[in-house]
C-alpha cells in the first residue's frame, strides 16, 4: 500500500548560462501544431500534467527567464547564480517558501519529454520509504537497441546517457555516464539488457536537500560531472526506481541539434 507523501511541489530549475547551448530555456520548440513555446514552458507544461502535485515552480537566476516564465502563468522563484546544479538551486528555492513541503520533485528545465508516470512513480516509492530513503529517482531498462547506441557513442568518446546499478532492495550502488555494470552477452534475456539507464527526475525529502547543500561536492561527483554522487558521499539513500518505458524516446535538450528530435516526439505526443 502506498503511504501518502504529503504535500509535493515541483520545482524546474533553469539556468541562463551554458557553454553548450547559452540561453537554453528560452530556446524555441515546436509541437504538434508548429507553434514555437520556449523550452522552459515545455518543460513547465510537462510538470502541470503530472497528478495531484500541490504546485509547480520555476527556480532561477536570471530575470529574462524569470519574465519569459511569469508570462506564461508560472509561478517564480529567484535564487543566486551560486547555485553548481539543479539540485542545489532546488534546495535554495524551497527554502524561500513560507510553507515547506513533505516531498521535493525536481523535473529539470530541459526535460519537455517527461511523462507523468515517472513523477508519480518517484513520489509513490518515497512516500512508502520515507524514514529509509531520502531521495528517489527513475531508470530504464536498457534494449538491445538502445544499448548499442550507447556503446556506439562510448567508441566516439561521447556520453550516450548516465547508467546506474542498484542493490536488489533498490538502493543505488552507482552512477556513471560510462556503461555499467559489465555483464556476458548470455545476461541479456527476451532483449531485456542488465544495463539501466538513468533518467534525471528526482523526488527527495526537504532534509535530503538541507544535506545535500551543506555538504560538498566530492571527488567522484567532480570526476563523472553527476550532482546525485553527492548523496551517496554523504551516506544518503538513493531509491532507484525502474519505470515503464513511454511511447518515444527520451531526450534532454542539451545541445542545439537535439531540438530536431524532441519536436518530432512533441509531435508524437499531440503536444500543441
Same mark, same amino acid.
Given at each position: 500500500?502506498?503511504?501518502?507523501?504529503?504535500?509535493?511541489?515541483?520545482?524546474?530549475?533553469?539556468?541562463?548560462?551554458?557553454?553548450?547551448?547559452?540561453?537554453?530555456?528560452?530556446?524555441?520548440?515546436?509541437?504538434?501544431?508548429?507553434?514555437?513555446?520556449?523550452?522552459?514552458?515545455?518543460?513547465?507544461?510537462?510538470?502541470?500534467?503530472?497528478? +495531484?502535485?500541490?504546485?509547480?515552480?520555476?527556480?532561477?537566476?536570471?530575470?529574462?527567464?524569470?519574465?519569459?516564465?511569469? *508570462?506564461?502563468?508560472?509561478?517564480?522563484?529567484?535564487?543566486?547564480?551560486?547555485?553548481?546544479? +539543479?539540485?542545489?538551486?532546488?534546495?535554495?528555492?524551497?527554502?524561500?517558501?513560507?510553507?515547506?513541503?513533505?516531498?521535493?520533485?525536481?523535473?529539470?528545465?530541459?526535460?519537455?519529454?517527461?511523462?507523468?508516470?515517472?513523477?508519480?512513480?518517484? &513520489? +509513490?516509492?518515497?512516500?512508502?520509504?520515507?524514514?529509509?530513503?531520502? &531521495?528517489?529517482?527513475?531508470?530504464?531498462?536498457?534494449?538491445v537497441a538502445h544499448l548499442?547506441?550507447?556503446?556506439?557513442?562510448?567508441?566516439?568518446?561521447?556520453?550516450? *546517457?548516465?547508467?546506474?546499478?542498484?542493490?536488489?532492495? +533498490?538502493?543505488?550502488?552507482?552512477?556513471?555516464?560510462?556503461?555499467?555494470?559489465?555483464?556476458?552477452?548470455?545476461?541479456?534475456?527476451?532483449?531485456?539488457?542488465?544495463?539501466?539507464?538513468?533518467?534525471?527526475?528526482?523526488?527527495?525529502?526537504?532534509a535530503a536537500l538541507e544535506?545535500?547543500?551543506?555538504?560538498?561536492?566530492?571527488?567522484?561527483?567532480?570526476?563523472?560531472?553527476l550532482e546525485q554522487l553527492?548523496?551517496?558521499?554523504? *551516506?544518503?539513500? &538513493?531509491?532507484?526506481?525502474?519505470?515503464?518505458?513511454?511511447?518515444?524516446?527520451?531526450?534532454?535538450?542539451?545541445?542545439?541539434?537535439?531540438?530536431?528530435?524532441?519536436?518530432?516526439?512533441?509531435?508524437?505526443?499531440?503536444?500543441?
Amino acid at each position: 500500500m502506498t503511504a501518502t507523501p504529503g504535500r509535493v511541489v515541483i520545482m524546474i530549475p533553469a539556468r541562463y548560462e551554458s557553454s553548450r547551448f547559452p540561453a537554453k530555456p528560452l530556446a524555441p520548440l515546436r509541437g504538434s501544431t508548429g507553434e514555437p513555446k520556449p523550452l522552459i514552458q515545455r518543460s513547465w507544461e510537462a510538470a502541470r500534467r503530472v497528478p +495531484g502535485i500541490d504546485a509547480v515552480y520555476v527556480a532561477t537566476d536570471h530575470p529574462a527567464i524569470a519574465e519569459v516564465a511569469a *508570462g506564461f502563468g508560472a509561478d517564480v522563484l529567484m535564487t543566486s547564480s551560486d547555485c553548481r546544479n +539543479g539540485t542545489e538551486r532546488c534546495a535554495e528555492a524551497i527554502a524561500q517558501l513560507p510553507d515547506q513541503p513533505d516531498l521535493v520533485v525536481n523535473l529539470q528545465g530541459d526535460a519537455p519529454l517527461t511523462p507523468p508516470h515517472f513523477v508519480t512513480a518517484l &513520489v +509513490g516509492a518515497l512516500g512508502d520509504r520515507i524514514g529509509t530513503a531520502a &531521495v528517489a529517482t527513475p531508470c530504464l531498462r536498457c534494449d538491445v537497441a538502445h544499448l548499442e547506441k550507447l556503446r556506439e557513442e562510448e567508441r566516439h568518446g561521447r556520453v550516450g *546517457g548516465t547508467t546506474v546499478v542498484a542493490a536488489p532492495d +533498490g538502493r543505488a550502488l552507482y552512477f556513471s555516464k560510462r556503461l555499467i555494470p559489465h555483464f556476458p552477452p548470455e545476461a541479456i534475456s527476451d532483449d531485456r539488457t542488465p544495463v539501466r539507464l538513468h533518467i534525471g527526475v528526482y523526488a527527495y525529502t526537504p532534509a535530503a536537500l538541507e544535506a545535500y547543500r551543506a555538504g560538498p561536492p566530492g571527488v567522484l561527483e567532480q570526476l563523472e560531472g553527476l550532482e546525485q554522487l553527492r548523496f551517496l558521499d554523504i *551516506g544518503l539513500p &538513493v531509491e532507484v526506481v525502474e519505470v515503464a518505458p513511454p511511447g518515444w524516446e527520451i531526450w534532454e535538450l542539451n545541445n542545439p541539434s537535439d531540438t530536431a528530435p524532441i519536436e518530432h516526439a512533441l509531435a508524437l505526443m499531440g503536444l500543441e
